[in-house]
């Protein structure tokens, strides 16, 4: 199994470190050389800057939408099936694969569609968007997209979270005279805060690997401005066949999520 | 949760004084219909898209964008589906992503039970191992092992194969498989496999004739997680392969948008075609579901 990650890992590092690989019989060995090509690259610095915008501005409002929805599914005063039924319609945007997610928003967010009629029509905007070909709306519109189909994950375990938090803490809260508000910030934050912390990584490494949903809907454009790191790496190695670049980059992306990773499993043994 | 516990504290203080218990059922009511607005907010955020999709494919083409937007069209029909159905190109999508999404959760299913009962029942050196894998395949990038794959399935000869996309998800689906049956069996008491063990049952039998029936809640959700995880897939079943009699049907409809001069209906019926096995399945089995969701991802 370790095998099965350690050797390609292994294959890939050494891969960038070569010229030609795969297509070509005899590569030669040239150091370091694809790493300063790429980091010489405007594109790649596209890539990164888009990467963290995105996976940045994703993560936050999974974390605010799905705790908001988790608290609303936490109520005790509706009964069980009304919130099975509020819960299933919330989880269902994750269980769409995300090939369908982005041909849905393609259709919604098409100039002449049910977007953009609403945002009209309630004078939001005046005239209709592109908002997908737009270079100052895409990334907008594709954080958009990846909030409305990521956020139900941490929905589900801040839910779990919740339901351990025993109401003997918001009782003896109240008794102190602590309002909804305060005994939020100190009794809820506080005890989800480990799965905050774990969710908010595992999400940060998740999004930063996002390639389909851009691949389907803008494919890196209109003028690179929705490029993330995984579609360069994707270009530069099945577009272009410039597979020691874009072992390179796929080098660089993964140190970026060695790093997270490394805090994830810090906080884990921290919690056991 | 937080008002629910502020408006019985106030009603047990004030339960002497009937006048303000009304104003304490009024102050309930407002917060029964604060939350159930906020539910509804939300549920018009994420269903309304998927109600869009589900109306949208049984427009007809031209009624896709007509002005002002309607739900139900005067042409709405079953057509699009029927146009998908009839359609051997199509259904051979839907055929292959079967075929392999069944296969790795079969496959991993298999593998698993046996790694996991090892892991349950003896003492082993490289139980940590499977501990790093499961945080390697959470944290390495899928972009990064493509690269090295692509090169080792052609290697292989398992280009544009069956095998060679289903091995290549199993990498992906085992650790996880495994950390969740071990976690499984490790909740079934020892006594069980113990005593059958007394009475001349192999290992082997112990676990399949004594374990597995009763671990099958485990295992479905085991099941469900690792089909969707095939079902769902992309990147490599873009890369790995070439041809329409392998393509699986998230490449089928990235397929049908370049083809066709954008038959939205043919292509949002394909999509409530290809949702529907995994909302089935979590609408089924939703408490397996939520369970292997946050064991798979929190407790590990």
Redesign the interface.
Known sequence: MAVLMALPIGMVVWFSLQNNVITNASPQFVGLEHYLEIFADAQFHAALKNTAVFVLASVAAHLVIGLAFAMLLNTRLLPHWVKTIFRTIFVLPWLLTVAIVAVLWRLILNPNGVFNYLLVSTGLIDAPREWLADPNLALFAVVLINIWCGYPFFMISLLAGLQGISADLYEAASVDGAGPIRAFFSITIPQLRPIIISMTLLDLIWTSHQFTLIWMTTGGGPLDRTELLSTYTYKLAFSQYMFSAASASAVVVLVISAVLAFAYVRHQRARD | ??????TR?SAAVEQSRPRRQLSTAGR?RI??AL??A??IV??L???A??L??VF?SLKANPE??A???QLITENSSLAPYLAILNDSRQLRFFLNSYVVSLAVAGLTLLVAVHAAYAFSRYDFPGKS??N??V??????????????????VVALGLYNTYPGLILTYM?FT??YAIIMMTGYFNTLPRELDEAARVDGTSSFGALWRILIPIAIPGMVSVGMYTFMIA??E??FA??LTRTDDMRT???G??LL?GQHSYD?NQ??AM?VL??LP??LL??FF?RYF?GG??SG??KN
């Open positions: 949760m937080t008002t629910t516990t502020v504290t309930r917060a029964v939350t159930l906020g539910l939300g549920a955020f994420a269903g898209p998927v869009w999709m949208s896709i964008f002005y002002p937007p191992i499977i790093i894998a945080i390697s395949v959470q944290a390495v990038p899928p972009i990064t092992l493509l690269i090295p794959y692509f090169g080792l990498v085992l650790p079902w769902n992309y990147l873009l890369t049907v998230p490449i409809i990235q948008m939205w292509m949002m999509s290809g949702s995994v909302i979590f609408i939703q939520i969701m946050t991802s929190v």
